[in-house]
């Protein structure tokens, strides 16, 4: 795994004071220009009570609070600051420890943006096998990780203990979407090519397998994202059905919500999928440029996003997460940025004080 260099250059004393002296301005030149106050941006509009707020953006681990070193941020200033950004980003995972995950197909690298410890690591790059096209993470909550990657037919497993990575997972064809369920301790792996979802153990063994090729209830047309709700509800995008499919922990067909086409409730190309605390659900129509929200019943609410790279606006939106904090990432994936969402707390009925 990658990691960022923070090693400070050698120079002598008179130069390093120059250096000094230079970086010191230039510092206080950006943090001036960058002084301005933020609008709020929320959903859905007035005069409608808000019930989602745009929170921020990562486009690299300095979006992510990672602070350069001294000696790295001088280098900047005479050497020129290299392309930090995200390539094109899809899955997203914030493990248990707050480390924030990104999967990369551009660069075929998973990111891993620890700003609690004040580092930037990559999986994939450098030391062990390198990912063909990562695509979806989950972790087990252990200190493991599992990515998959689509063009190699591989779930791999990386442990932040050891700093491995291994491959994991080869009973699938085309893995896309991966989510672990806490409350039976199996892994759910998308496999698009044969229209199921494949459910193993941690020990990386088969253990059954969810529906098959067809639009009926509980058959999928090229499954891709998936994700587990605080129940263990299984969420599966069943894309070229126009739909997101609901299952029970064992692979039992509840409900599917969904149509095609581009008004409310309509999906034009569904992508990733994620539930909040509340039992709300978050889709990401990737031609739309939109994510929908909607009810634990499936019933449509609203939708936040448009076209363009404002805050608050996407460009061909695919993975969705949602963190134990109930915040919202999606990855803006042509964009190549996260955007961070928060849910806004009812207000307080008017006429009444405490």
Known sequence: MGEYNHTPTRGTLVGRLAAIGILCMLLAACAGSAAQTTRRIEWPPPPAQPQIAWAGEVGS???????????????DVFVGESDVRIGRPYGIYVDETGRLLIADPAFGVVHVMDAGQNTYTII???EGPAFKNPIAITGDGAGNVYITDSAASLVYRYSFRDNALTPFIHSVERPTGIAFNRRNRLLYVSDTTSSQVVVCDLSGNERFRIGGTGSGPGQFNRPTDLFIDNSG???VTDPLNSRI?????????????????????????PKGVAVDSNGTIYVADAQLDAVQVYNMSGGFRFEFGA???????????????????DRIYVADTYNRRIQIFRIVPPAAPQGKEK
Request: glycine letters at 20%.
């Open 307 to 325: 076209s363009g790279s404002e805050a608050g606006t996407f460009w061909m939106p695919s993975g969705v997460h949602i963190d134990r904090n």
């Open 124 to 126: 994939g790059q450098g």
């Open 233 to 235: 509800t299984l969420y």
């Open 245 to 269: 499919q609901v299952f029970s922990a064992e692979g039992v067909f509840r409900r599917a919500f969904g149509r095609p086409g581009d008004g409310g409730g309509d999906f034009s190309k």
């Open 61 to 75: 681990y300095l979006d992510a609070g990672i602070r350069k070193g001294f000696w790295r941020r001088l280098a």
